[in-house]
């Protein structure tokens, strides 16, 4: 069935560093892959998505890289802060207008921003 | 800016026992699920509904699931003899089903605990 394979899966880094998690998916038919901040408790928090169409896309510090052809895709975050301390989770899904649309989740990755 | 809500946002029930959680989607929105995520585990997909039936489900959701949308703003999820497996962060989730907005807005979740 459909797989969303996720590394590291614990990630520790010097406050300012970069930070990389990368994913690898199964399905061909996915053709979109967001990417969600979770706090502990808390649901998880769309940061930032990338579409089939697109290889890369930034949005301030965070950037995300996908190859089709791989079935690969990475969240890079630049000069991490404290607040970037987290789990992050990698997904893929059809996307709408398909009968299957369902959001298809990575293992996560905590990520720890270390003072 | 509109939000999924659900409620409640604890339950504890006992083994056995039947359990409704409830969602309202946002308002315009078209394409209703639900997902749950154990402690510590990934997000996982439950069901998908849309123009008032099911349009997929996994394999998580047998017999012992069901949703409905009983009127035009709720939608429940109903776990019909709870299972000490069953404790898990259930999360109700709605879109719009456009082409131009692919995400899904998630709800903050209601942590069911069974004993």
């Known amino acids: 069935g459909e797989n969303v394979e996720q590394h590291p899966s614990t990630l520790s880094v010097q406050e300012g560093d970069s930070a990389v998690i990368k994913c690898t998916y199964s399905d061909s038919a996915s053709n979109y892959f967001p990417w969600y901040k979770q706090e502990l408790g808390k649901r998880p928090q769309l940061i930032i998505d990338i579409r089939s169409n697109v290889g890369e896309k930034k949005d301030q510090r965070i950037a995300v890289t996908l190859n089709k052809t791989a079935k690969h895709f990475s969240l890079h975050i630049t000069e991490t802060q404290p607040e970037d301390s987290a789990v992050y989770f990698c997904a893929a899904s059809r996307g709408p207008m398909n009968r299957d649309d369902k959001i298809i989740f990575g293992k996560g990755t905590r990520l720890h921003i270390l003072p | 800016e509109p939000e999924v809500t659900q409620t409640p946002s604890h339950q504890v029930t006992q083994m056995g026992q039947e359990v409704i959680l409830r969602c309202v989607p946002i308002s315009n929105h078209l394409y209703f699920y639900w997902y749950r995520q154990i402690l510590g585990q990934k997000v996982e997909f439950l069901v998908s509904?849309?123009?008032?039936?099911?349009?997929?489900k996994s394999e998580i959701f047998d017999d012992q699931f069901s949703v409905e949308r009983p009127d035009g703003s709720n939608f429940t999820l109903k776990i019909r003899s709870t299972k000490l497996e069953d404790s898990a962060m259930y999360f109700c989730a709605s879109s719009p089903g456009l082409a131009a907005s692919y995400e899904q807005y998630f709800g903050p979740g209601t942590r069911l605990t069974v004993t």
């Open positions: 509904f849309y123009n008032n039936e099911i349009s997929e």
